[in-house]
């Protein structure tokens, strides 16, 4: 009666391990497509000014972007604030979260009217070294894309990067004329 048994669990275990092997040999061949993509920037700027003269232009977006603003809701200019921008492109929902005068402003860009959800981190940092500031920006951000292969993302990142940071150093450049210059 043992042999029996053995024979059939010897049976049983050849048979699982070749399933198993066939599955694997599938899924390498498999193709698989991320509909969202994760991406990362940093980008830095001098501005021949103090923090305080560049100040005004952190709080107030219209001063030198191509937005329309409108607050909804908050304290103004207080990390909670919930404001709703209209670009060429696209309105989007903005909150604040932290914000240091002189400093640090940090938002979330892309939340709902409630001001939660998924959305585009933002971070300005100001430095001053004498006499001028050092602005950087960090944006982290998680956007919906058409399902793409993965072995195609890190070109299709790259991408992404390269556009936002052309996009953004335009912003800044004119942002620096116009605290430099007036």
């Known amino acids: 009666m043992k042999k ?6 010897k049976l049983f275990l050849t048979i699982l391990v070749a399933v198993s092997a066939y599955s694997h040999g599938d899924k390498a061949k498999e193709t698989f497509f991320l509909e969202s993509l ?3 920037v940093h980008y830095e700027i001098i501005l021949n000014a103090s923090p305080e003269d560049i100040w005004p232009y952190i709080l107030d977006l219209e001063l030198w972007l191509p937005f329309k603003v409108v ?6 200019n207080r990390a909670g604030e919930l404001k709703y921008i209209t670009t060429p492109n696209q309105s989007v929902y903005l909150k604040v979260l932290n914000i240091i005068p002189f400093k640090h402003f940090s938002n979330k860009r892309g939340v709902n009217s409630d001001g939660v959800g998924p959305g585009i981190y933002g971070h300005m940092g100001l430095t001053e070294l004498d006499g001028k500031t050092k602005l950087n920006l960090d944006v982290f951000s998680q956007v919906t894309i058409v399902p793409t292969e993965k072995d195609k993302i890190d070109v299709l990142r790259e991408t992404y990067v390269e556009k936002y940071l052309e ?4 912003h800044f450049l004119h942002l620096k004329n116009l605290v430099e210059i007036g």
Not at 4 to 9: A, D, Q, T
């Open 4 to 9: 029996y048994y053995r024979k059939w669990l």
């Open 38 to 40: 994760d991406y990362a």
């Open 71 to 76: 607050h909804v809701e908050g304290e103004k």
């Open 167 to 170: 996009s953004i150093e335009k």
